[in-house]
């Protein structure tokens, strides 16, 4: 029974494993507990929200692992090393360890020397500690990494198992190509590029060899100044992917906002790229309605494209298989379509018909009452919907402060009426306004989860909005009512 105790406390802390405070405090309750958690601690011990180069305790805790003859060539540089009262520690901490983040351990290092010589000494002694006291290695952030740690005599039944690498385009290719050598089941990578005119033939090769990739990831960070590359620095790195399709589930690709290289070839990966479940990227380029219709996805689940029309993503979400739950854009872009009544309306009619499961919904629609209704039919059908992000533009040449209220009384009617259990989240730009009188009729009649809800208007900062909201705060309707940025309340990964 003991036993059974301890997997199930596993089981729970496990998925506390990236809410650091939380875990921490469980560290105290009793031995039992601690015991369960510093394994899930330990397994990737750069996660969490702290400030490493005030922790000098986990410098010390790594340090203790070092031969003493390493101690004292180390102490010999003038290499402080925080010592350790105790002759042992009350747990094999390196043993649990599944995961090396070299900017986290420089961090560390700092703490011991400031001279680069003798940073660079402990840097090898820490990777050659990791290499012999960690059993597999699950995850390699190497960026900023000076040392080629596949060198190392146990780097090859250590890096075999690497399951997911991030890295950026300043790395030399040698340490891609030294990687090459022993990581052929990476599942996933993530790339920074910040360098205009890296040497990417290390990475493309990296790709190259894998035999497993389910998951990648590429973030544009650079200066555009300094821009200097063609089409062929993207070609290389898509076309490899293109070959790895039988295995790509997830694809996200964030380009500089002016970036213009590698579309076409973009365009024409993503025609092969058939089993994906994730598609992130913030611009796809000006594409044609044929070769949109050749973007079949029967098992997308997440849609997330920035700047895309209406039509588009009506276009990819007719041609998915049902089982999308995110469909996300930036929703101010879709309001400048010339056909955006129409586009909406057959926008709105796609979901419903082809989004069973969808939970986060991004949607643009016209104040007419035809677009009111299409929307209270999405509600009814769609009846998992957690998370709405909506704007509205009005019907009318001349938008009377009148006019704003209606469509905002409107809204609340419809979700009065409509909205599913489930839906617990709602976000509104500053062209939805709601008078004191519907709000309040609203939220008195609300029977759902408690609402969180965010907004870019600052009218609900006023004093009698304020009272208002802090009525329904007390009776459990709103969990959190927020006024912030136009640029929070799209951005769906900020938390309300």
Known sequence: MS???????FLIFEELQDDSKSLFSCLMVNKHWCETVIPILWKNPWNYNINYRNKSYLFAIITFYLSDDIKEFLTRQEIQLHSISSKSLFFDYLSFCRSINVNIINALISTGTSLAYNQFLLQQEFYSLFMKKCPELKYLDMKSIKHQIFYFPEANSRLESLFELECDTSIDSLFFYGLARFCRYIQRIIIVNVDPNPNHHGIVKLIEVQKNLRYFEWIDDFDYEK??????????????????????????????DDEVYGREILQEILQVLHKLKTLIINDLGTISEYLLKTLIYNDLEILNINYITI???????ENSGGQLKVVLSKPYYRLY?????????????????????????????????????????????CQNLKSLLLIIRSTDIIETGEKILENGEELL???????????????????????????????????GCALSILTSDIIYEEENYKKLINKYKN??????????????????????
């Open 3 to 9: 036993k059974l105790n301890k997997d199930i406390l």
């Open 227 to 256: 821009e200097c590359f063609t089409d062929d620095f993207y070609k290389e790195i898509f076309l490899e992917l293109k070959n790895k399709a039988d295995t790509l589930n997830h694809f996200k690709l964030f380009y500089n």
């Open 311 to 317: 039509n588009e993503a009506s276009i990819i979400i």
């Open 337 to 381: 379509n010339d056909d955006f009544d129409e586009g909406s309306l057959m926008f709105i009619r796609k979901v419903y018909e082809n989004c069973p499961l969808i939970e986060v919904l991004s949607l643009a629609f016209s104040s007419s009452k035809k677009h009111f209704a299409e929307f209270e039919i999405l509600l009814n059908v």
């Open 413 to 447: 009617k419809v979700l009065i009426r409509a909205a599913p259990k489930n839906l617990r989240e709602l976000r509104f730009f500053n062209n939805f306004k709601f008078s004191l009188e519907a709000l309040d009729e609203f939220l008195g009649k609300w029977k």
């Open 475 to 496: 009776k459990g309707v709103i969990k959190s009512f927020r006024c912030e940025s136009f640029m929070n309340v799209e951005d769906m990964n900020f938390k309300i």
